[in-house]
């Protein structure tokens, strides 16, 4: 009988110890569970901002790594930055500027930027986007299904619209927004805004001069800057007018024949191709006679500015360009400022640089143009 109670109670210890251990475990599990929840709540914070294509983009707060499609958006980003330090990824073709312009020396730290997860063709390799992991894709505003493609993956994209000068300015103060850079962002845009105020107040001067044939070349293959090209803008602010701007479209292919009959006085040739003036002057393009066209019997060729990116498109420098442009164009109108000195002052104000007179002429690119 002693031994039967002695049996009972060691079930009745070993039940109680039992439900003991379990009642222990949920406990701790359920602390764990909340101690997650609260550690996510702490490092996980978010922001909202609204991208230029009018997307409410959900954004972690201290944006670490960025991943950039659009070609001249790593160089915009580095500019509201001052630093590159948060780019993880750019375009092939900014990569291939970055190599041979003065941002290779400003931001050494972007020499080893991968270029894998976006080809030329803008084609999303979302493979490498899942290697980098960035917090911030920055993609073209008409990319709608890399868009979703990427929010599957739980990444931040912000959709960017580019072509016009507005665009430019917009897109400026989203990526200050993102970087926690406002002011930086907004200190570029009005230096922007106050250069086309300044030209703008310079319209009427212009209008009733006369204005000279501006040719804007992409390339060899005669790809042309056409009505809807930012380049057009330019050439008209800075008082010229563009021989193709009946063309449609932003950049056309046209005939030599074409160009022929334009008789461009100016030409100016972009830095998307590796093509010079001389190549025009010595008439090296097969195919192609450069020698009945006035900007080349006059000498009067000029290869594109390029600093931290082409100045050719839409960029951190567009206000420089068009002042470029206008004391070529119209030398005896625009004679306020010295294109010289601005480029100093805005490196220096905005990127912490002082410029040597060499790489002033680098990127002028005096050694093609004189």
């Given at each position: 009988?002693?031994?039967?109670?002695?049996?009972?109670?060691?079930?009745?210890?070993?039940?109680?110890?039992?439900?003991?251990?379990?009642?222990?475990?949920?406990?701790?599990?359920?602390?764990?569970?909340?101690?997650?929840?609260?550690?996510?709540?702490?490092?996980?914070?978010?922001?909202?901002?609204?991208?230029?294509?009018?997307?409410?983009?959900?954004?972690?707060?201290?944006?670490?790594?960025?991943?950039?499609?659009?070609?001249?958006?790593?160089?915009?980003?580095?500019?509201?930055?001052?630093?590159?330090?948060?780019?993880?990824?750019?375009?092939?073709?900014?990569?291939?500027?970055?190599?041979?312009?003065?941002?290779?020396?400003?931001?050494?730290?972007?020499?080893?930027?991968?270029?894998?997860?976006?080809?030329?063709?803008?084609?999303?390799?979302?493979?490498?986007?899942?290697?980098?992991?960035?917090?911030?894709?920055?993609?073209?505003?008409?990319?709608?299904?890399?868009?979703?493609?990427?929010?599957?993956?739980?990444?931040?994209?912000?959709?960017?619209?580019?072509g016009t000068l507005e665009d430019l300015q917009q897109g400026i103060k989203v990526i200050g927004q993102?970087?926690?850079?406002?002011?930086?962002?907004?200190?570029?845009?009005?230096?922007?805004q106050e250069s086309i105020k300044y030209f703008e107040a310079k319209a009427k001067e212009l209008k009733?001069?006369?204005?000279?044939?501006?040719?804007?070349?992409?390339?060899?293959?005669?790809?042309?800057?056409?009505?809807?090209?930012?380049?057009?803008?330019?050439?008209?602010?800075?008082?010229?007018?563009?021989?193709?701007?009946?063309?449609?479209?932003?950049?056309?292919?046209?005939?030599?024949?074409?160009?022929?009959?334009?008789?461009?006085?100016?030409?100016?040739?972009?830095?998307?191709?590796?093509?010079?003036?001389?190549?025009?002057?010595?008439?090296?393009?097969?195919?192609?006679?450069?020698?009945?066209?006035?900007a080349v019997k006059n000498k009067r060729v000029y290869k594109a500015p390029e600093g931290i990116y082409?100045?050719?498109?839409?960029?951190?420098?567009?206000?420089?360009?068009?002042?470029?442009?206008?004391?070529?164009?119209?030398?005896?109108?625009?004679?306020?400022?010295?294109?010289?000195?601005?480029?100093?002052?805005?490196?220096?104000?905005?990127?912490?640089?002082?410029?040597?007179?060499?790489?002033?002429?680098?990127?002028?690119?005096?050694?093609?143009?004189?």
């Amino acid at each position: 009988m002693l031994n039967k109670k002695n049996v009972v109670k060691k079930i009745l210890l070993a039940f109680l110890l039992i439900l003991t251990l379990a009642l222990s475990g949920c406990s701790s599990n359920q602390s764990a569970q909340e101690t997650k929840e609260v550690n996510q709540n702490v490092v996980v914070k978010q922001k909202v901002i609204i991208d230029t294509a009018g997307n409410e983009v959900e954004l972690k707060e201290g944006v670490e790594k960025i991943a950039i499609v659009p070609i001249p958006w790593a160089s915009i980003v580095y500019a509201v930055e001052g630093a590159g330090k948060r780019i993880a990824g750019m375009h092939p073709s900014a990569k291939k500027s970055y190599n041979k312009s003065i941002l290779s020396t400003l931001a050494p730290e972007l020499d080893g930027v991968t270029t894998d997860f976006v080809s030329n063709d803008f084609t999303i390799n979302m493979e490498e986007v899942s290697k980098i992991r960035p917090d911030v894709m920055i993609v073209w505003d008409y990319q709608e299904k890399e868009l979703e493609q990427l929010k599957a993956l739980g990444i931040s994209t912000l959709a960017l619209k580019y072509g016009t000068l507005e665009d430019l300015q917009q897109g400026i103060k989203v990526i200050g927004q993102m970087l926690g850079q406002e002011d930086r962002a907004a200190k570029l845009v009005n230096s922007h805004q106050e250069s086309i105020k300044y030209f703008e107040a310079k319209a009427k001067e212009l209008k009733d001069i006369d204005k000279p044939r501006v040719l804007y070349l992409r390339d060899e293959q005669l790809k042309v800057a056409g009505k809807a090209a930012v380049n057009t803008a330019f050439i008209e602010m800075a008082g010229g007018e563009n021989v193709a701007k009946d063309t449609t479209g932003q950049w056309v292919n046209v005939t030599m024949e074409q160009i022929i009959a334009w008789n461009p006085q100016i030409i100016y040739m972009s830095n998307f191709s590796s093509f010079k003036p001389e190549d025009l002057y010595e008439n090296k393009l097969d195919g192609q006679d450069w020698n009945r066209i006035d900007a080349v019997k006059n000498k009067r060729v000029y290869k594109a500015p390029e600093g931290i990116y082409r100045w050719d498109a839409p960029s951190a420098e567009s206000h420089l360009m068009i002042k470029w442009m206008a004391q070529i164009q119209q030398p005896d109108i625009f004679t306020e400022y010295d294109i010289e000195k601005d480029i100093r002052n805005f490196y220096s104000d905005f990127l912490n640089y002082n410029l040597r007179q060499e790489e002033v002429d680098r990127i002028l690119q005096k050694e093609l143009n004189n």
